[in-house]
């Protein structure tokens, strides 16, 4: 089985401010680890995931995460937030067998203040 | 071109009722899913079908019925309606385990 645990429901932060959004995951096989962004009354986007090799991935947006496998994580980080950034933010870790679940996290929303 | 399209996008019904909710990708994925996304944005997997064939299926009620009659495509079928059942649906689709999802952009189902 796997889950994920996103440890903040809310951030709210100032624009040009850096972020860190956190996420932990459990799983018993290898996983792959995604971010996706939702914004109000939009589906998700893919915003980076994290297969194998590097554990530092880059996404779009300036959007970067850490895996980090010994801590079980995977945080996703901005150094300069804008006030569109403003949406909601899902990790998910699916299985590392072909047809493995996407299993969400409960989601951060990220709030930008001018 | 969107890659993964539902329809409708908005879906107001009276309880009780049989509703069916479309999903067609263009991106030649093998894969796809239902999502239940419930008011506080928790996302759920409902289904998941590989060319066709049922390879996911969720603790979900036998109201509940997907649909996949080629691999572009993934339709749920929803009987007997319920309050609890008002939710965001959301479709995907995936080609490979490392690809992550593709999702379209949720049919927002409301039962009155």
């Known amino acids: 089985a796997q889950s994920v645990t996103q440890l903040d429901s809310q951030v709210p932060v100032f624009e040009e401010a850096p972020v860190e959004l956190r996420c932990n995951y459990s799983s018993s096989v290898s996983v792959y680890l995604f971010w996706y962004v939702q914004y109000p009354n939009q589906g998700l986007q893919l915003l980076l995931k994290y297969l194998s090799g590097s554990t530092l991935v880059k996404g779009i947006n300036g959007f970067e995460a850490e895996f980090n496998k010994s801590q079980t994580s995977f945080h996703l980080r901005k150094p300069s937030v804008h006030i569109s950034d403003t949406a909601e933010y899902f990790c998910?870790?699916?299985?590392?067998?072909?047809?493995?679940?996407?299993?969400f996290g409960q989601g951060t929303i990220l709030t930008v203040h001018p | 071109d969107t890659a993964v399209s539902q329809t409708p996008k908005y879906l107001v019904t009276q309880m009780g009722n049989d509703k069916s909710i479309k999903c067609e990708q263009n991106?030649?994925?093998?894969?796809m899913y239902w999502y239940k996304q419930d008011s506080k944005k928790f996302l759920k997997i409902m289904f998941s079908y590989n060319n066709k064939e049922l390879i996911i299926n969720e603790t979900v009620p036998n109201r509940f019925s997907p649909k996949s009659p080629d691999k572009a495509h993934l339709n749920l079928h929803i009987n007997s309606l319920e309050l609890g059942d008002s939710a965001v649906y959301f479709c995907?689709?995936?080609?490979?385990?490392?690809?992550?999802?593709?999702f379209g952009s949720g049919t927002r189902l409301t039962v009155v």
């Open positions: 998910a870790v699916k299985g590392g067998t072909s047809y493995g679940k996407l299993t």
């Open positions: 995907a689709s995936s080609q490979e385990a490392g690809h992550g999802y593709t």
């Open positions: 991106l030649g994925h093998d894969t």
